[in-house]
């Protein structure tokens, strides 16, 4: 297993302004991932972090919205920019390893 | 689009009975099916899974049950206890599993057992 890490796990965000949150995980594990959960939504992926390589984003996400790093293989940032309402979600950090894909515990920003 | 949707989004169970859980997916690529549990303030736990070459996976408690046909699949708790509330997530995958990390997921149902 894989016990994953993610700060802040809250935060109150302003209309306009960027939030990087982190992820860490206890072991390195090849494939990280970053999803969302907006209010009473389904998870949704984000992007892949890939580790000496820039991010691969599914559609409807975009790298100037949402940059991430990846500098090593047990840590990742996530950061949301120029944040709007419509970006209060839940974000989550999650990593596959041992065969599973295993979740952090999320860091829930509220966009005023 | 959604590709794999949950259509109650609650479930009120007596302690000791049988929960079954809905799911129901469009995507026939998907190949692989697993059933998360997330407790308030927690990220979601792997519970339970079935690739698409069975059509039942059981685990203690826990079964699911995929029909391939229908494209659905539905989980079973039984018997049901108060520790099991929580939501639950059903989520879908294409070939290769998990390991892409490439999980579709439902919207989730909230099971609430009462004792």
């Known amino acids: 297993s894989a016990v994953i890490s993610q700060k802040p796990s809250r935060d109150i965000c302003q209309r306009g302004t960027s939030l990087t949150i982190q992820c860490q995980v206890d072991s390195q594990v090849t494939m990280m991932f970053w999803y969302r959960q907006q209010p009473g939504q389904s998870l949704t992926l984000i992007a892949t972090?890939?580790?000496?390589?820039?991010?691969?984003?599914e559609s409807g996400f975009v790298i100037d919205k949402f940059p991430i790093s990846r500098p090593n293989l047990t840590f990742s940032t996530l950061t949301v920019s120029n944040m709007s309402p419509e970006d209060s979600s839940i974000y989550l950090c999650?990593?596959?390893?041992?065969?599973?894909?295993?979740f952090g515990e999320g860091s829930r920003l509220t966009v005023l | 689009d959604q590709q794999v949707k949950q259509n109650s989004p609650s479930l009120s169970v007596q302690e000791g009975r049988i929960s079954i859980l809905n799911c129901d997916y469009t995507?026939?690529?998907?190949?692989?099916f697993l059933w998360y549990k997330k407790y308030p303030a927690e990220g979601p736990t792997f519970l339970i899974s079935i690739s698409s070459i069975k059509d039942k996976n059981e685990d203690g408690r826990f079964t699911v049950f995929l029909n391939k046909s229908a494209k659905h699949l539905s989980l079973h708790i039984v018997p049901s206890q108060p520790g099991d509330s929580a939501v639950y997530f059903c989520?879908?995958?294409?070939?290769?599993?998990?390991?892409?990390?490439?999980?579709?997921f439902g919207q989730g149902t909230i099971l609430t057992v009462h004792p």
């Open positions: 999650s990593v596959y390893s041992t065969g599973e894909l295993f």
């Open positions: 989520a879908a995958s294409g070939a290769g599993g998990t390991s892409y990390g490439k999980l579709t």
């Open positions: 972090a890939n580790q000496g390589s820039e991010a691969t984003y």
């Open positions: 995507n026939s690529m998907f190949d692989y």
